[in-house]
């Protein structure tokens, strides 16, 4: 097998690396929409403890990335490729960290249900997580028009934001004892905002993979 077969082999067992730890950090989105529609206390714990399941995935690719830089000394695309990979996993790192964040905030909740707050945290969960999903498979599948979707996708995050915003302004107005649970709300809401600030990073890491640029400003 020639050397450049070889890397090309690795560059394949690097992109299904990633692909299995942006389907990991889905599945914990996944649940934790399961944890707040369920109710249950055992799910949400589960994940706050599979934050360190995403820190080793991330460890193991960036060791991978280095290693292919250190022994292949990659050139042009091979070069945006590996520097791709490195500036993602960061991302879906960070996600899996606010997954757990949110999940011990919602533990503060009776019956995990901050709806008693806004109703809006729960639709706001479910455009990140589908952002995110987006994401991943715009990355994995190597599209520059389905990155661009999801960067055009972050607008609904943010009106969402604001509506929680409006939300917990209002409840702070009208009622009283419930301080602690709005500026939890209001954590889990920006939580929320980053994920979707995230799941724009790897699509904009996705258009510059294929293109060298980054908001049209060439970079390699």
């Not at 729960?122 to 994401?135: D, K, T």
């Amino acid at each position: 097998m020639t050397t450049r077969v070889t890397f090309e082999q690795e560059l394949i067992e690097l992109n299904k690396s990633f692909e299995d730890m942006g389907v990991f950090v889905e599945n914990s989105l996944e649940k934790l929409t399961r944890a707040i529609d369920e109710k249950n206390r055992n799910l949400a714990q589960e994940m706050i403890k599979n934050d360190r399941y995403v820190n080793d995935m991330e460890r193991n690719i960036e060791s991978r990335c280095l290693s292919l830089i250190t022994r292949q000394q990659p050139i042009a695309r091979d070069l945006r490729v590996i520097s791709a990979a490195l500036k993602v996993v960061t991302d879906l790192e960070r996600v899996g960290d606010h997954v757990a964040d949110i999940a011990e905030l919602l533990m503060r909740f009776e019956n995990l249900d901050p709806c008693v707050i806004s109703e809006h945290i729960p639709v706001m969960l479910m455009a990140a997580r589908e952002m995110v999903h987006n994401a991943v498979d715009a990355f994995v599948g190597k599209s520059v028009e389905d990155a661009g979707k999801v960067i055009a996708s972050d607008d609904v995050v943010d009106r969402l934001f604001n509506r929680v915003k409006l939300d917990v302004i209002e409840k702070l107005r009208t009622e009283r004892g419930e301080e602690d649970l709005c500026i939890d709300t209001m954590m889990i809401a920006k939580y929320l905002e980053k994920i979707g600030d995230h799941a724009v990073n790897i699509a904009e890491w996705e258009v510059f993979k294929e293109t060298g640029s980054i908001d049209k400003v060439r970079l390699l």
